[in-house]
């Protein structure tokens, strides 16, 4: 079934770990800004360079890159529908996706907030490292590799652990969540798109929660 869906929280609250499942069970396509501007830093030019400070520092990447990236692979794209993974992250952000999807003739149906406490992210994003090869996500204690250092889906040993992902990035990026990101919670509230998952459930329970809330979403439509 066609559907586009936001998913909100912070640094860590598993955004990417739920984007992947719901990729590979609805045959969405996932768009996260983060690895659009991973792949941009990794290419040297010098918009990557650019980008590449402002994220080892936690801050966040201009509206206008970050929205130019999106466009693009809206434009690009013939999904079935989008799973949009740490965009839109500020209000001109969140205008901009509206107005994209309109002119598309889409809409978003469902905007899910993952609400996990700062304390838990300390120690989800200490502990994480991530496959180079197929993008898969792991964590030294809440979901290791099963062989160490090989990748449990693809066999690759390129396992990486990102430059932005120590306790002092991880304060600005926090503080760049509440002050810039939260605001979104009330805006797409009042939109009657909202719906929030608790994010420090296991895995398993939290993609449960993000099917419940796909599925009254779907039976309400
Ligand atoms: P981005 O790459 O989007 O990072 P983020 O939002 O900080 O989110 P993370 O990727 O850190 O976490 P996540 O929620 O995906 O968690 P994950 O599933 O990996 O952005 C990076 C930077 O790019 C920004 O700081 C900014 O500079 C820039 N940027 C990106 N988008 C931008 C935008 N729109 N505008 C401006 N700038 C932008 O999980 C984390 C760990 O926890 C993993 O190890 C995982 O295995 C584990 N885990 C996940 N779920 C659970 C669970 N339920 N229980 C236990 N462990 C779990």
Redesign the pocket.
């Known amino acids: 079934m066609a559907i586009n869906i936001i998913?909100l929280?912070?640094?860590?609250?598993?955004?990417?770990?739920?984007?992947r499942r719901l990729e590979e069970g609805r045959g969405l396509v996932q768009l996260?800004?983060?690895?659009m501007?991973?792949a941009a830093r990794s290419s040297g030019t010098e918009m990557g360079k650019r980008v590449a400070e402002?994220?080892d520092k936690?801050?966040?990447?201009?509206?206008e890159?970050?929205i130019g990236l999106i466009r693009e692979k809206l434009e690009g794209g013939d999904a079935a529908g989008f799973i949009f993974?740490?965009?839109?992250?500020?209000l001109p952000?969140a205008d901009a996706l509206g107005k994209l999807m309109e002119g598309m003739g889409r809409k978003i149906d469902a905007v899910i907030e993952?609400r996990v406490d700062d304390e838990a992210l300390v120690a989800?994003?200490t502990?994480?490292?991530?496959c180079g090869n197929c993008g898969e996500?792991?964590?030294d204690d809440?979901?290791p590799t099963k062989v160490a250092g090989v990748c449990d889906v693809c066999g690759s040993t390129d396992l990486r652990r990102?430059a932005?992902?120590n306790e002092e990035?991880l304060k600005t990026?926090l503080l760049?969540?509440y002050k810039k990101t939260s605001p979104l919670i009330g805006y797409y509230y009042a939109l009657h798109m909202l719906s929030t998952v608790d994010?420090?459930?296991?895995?398993d329970?939290?993609s449960a929660a993000i099917t419940a809330v796909l599925d009254k979403r779907a039976s309400n439509s």
């Open positions: 998913l929280g912070p640094p860590g609250a598993g955004k990417g770990t739920q984007a996260s800004t983060g690895d501007l991973r402002v994220m936690g801050q966040l990447v201009t509206d890159i970050v993974d740490g965009f839109p992250r500020t952000q993952m989800r994003i502990g994480r490292y991530t996500v792991y964590h809440t979901k990102r932005d992902d990035s990026r760049e969540y994010g420090l459930a296991e895995m329970e939290v």
